[in-house]
């Protein structure tokens, strides 16, 4: 079964910088990933979907890159601020009975101010 | 504000209590879903219908029945549960469950406590 590896726990950045969260996987190559943002005491809330053909996708400070080849996306976040800080989730379709959607653990982003 | 609604916020229960959790959303989704989710790790998915029909159901033990009453309902009934089971449930909707292009929408869940 598809697995996925969002590599770092915990993130630490200054206000100001870019932070680069990261999410692997294994196996097939899905359809499209998504990313999400969770507070704590929340449900997750959507970000940025980007399907297997398209390299890149931008929604204001957010960008999210897709490497297939790698089995890798990338989410940026550029001149993070501290409201930016919270749980990352990366999702993607597992083929199996229908589709369904599988989380990564998330990164949880600190920014200082 | 979430467009999706879940009552109660938090549920405490014995193990012989019979409970239920309410979900609502006035999206016009046709997909709705029931997630696990404990403490520092990714929602694990329960049950996934679609169009009032149950089309995923991931092992979950009896103890759990989930209803989907109508296409903005989705009920889940506990009954007999264990501490293990303590955890955040998080309901959520899509606009079609065929997985292609389809963000979801979560509610805030509810957290169980079962004593």
């Known amino acids: 079964s598809q697995k996925i590896e969002q590599n770092s726990e915990a993130l630490n950045i200054q206000e100001g910088k870019t932070a680069t969260l990261t999410c692997n996987y294994t196996?097939?190559?899905?359809?499209?990933l998504q990313w999400y943002r969770q507070d704590p005491g929340r449900g997750p809330v959507f970000l940025l979907l980007i399907r297997e053909n398209e390299k890149e996708k931008r929604k204001e400070r957010l960008k999210v890159t897709f490497d297939t080849t790698l089995k890798q996306s990338l989410f940026h976040i550029t001149a993070s601020q501290p409201a930016d800080s919270a749980t990352y989730l990366c999702?993607?379709?597992?083929?199996?009975?229908?589709?369904?959607?599988?989380f990564g653990a998330g990164t949880r982003l600190f920014v200082k101010a | 504000d979430t467009e999706v609604t879940q009552t109660p916020k938090h549920l405490v229960m014995g193990m012989t209590n019979k409970k239920s959790l309410k979900c609502e959303q006035h999206?016009?989704?046709?997909?709705m879903y029931w997630y696990k989710q404990k403490a520092k790790k990714p929602p694990e998915l329960m049950f996934v219908?679609?169009?009032?029909?149950?089309?995923i159901n991931e092992s979950v033990p009896s103890r759990f029945s989930p209803e989907c009453p109508n296409s903005s309902l989705l009920n889940l009934h506990l009954h007999a549960l264990q501490p293990e089971d303590s955890a955040l449930y998080l309901c959520?909707?899509?606009?079609?469950?065929?997985?292609?292009?389809?963000?979801?929408?979560f509610g805030d869940g509810t957290r169980l406590s079962i004593l």
């Open positions: 219908y679609s169009y009032e029909k149950l089309s």
């Open positions: 999206m016009g989704h046709r997909a």
């Open positions: 196996n097939y190559s899905p359809a499209y």
């Open positions: 959520a909707s899509s606009q079609e469950a065929t997985g292609y292009n389809q963000p979801q929408h």
């Open positions: 999702a993607l379709d597992e083929l199996g009975g229908g589709f369904k959607t599988i």
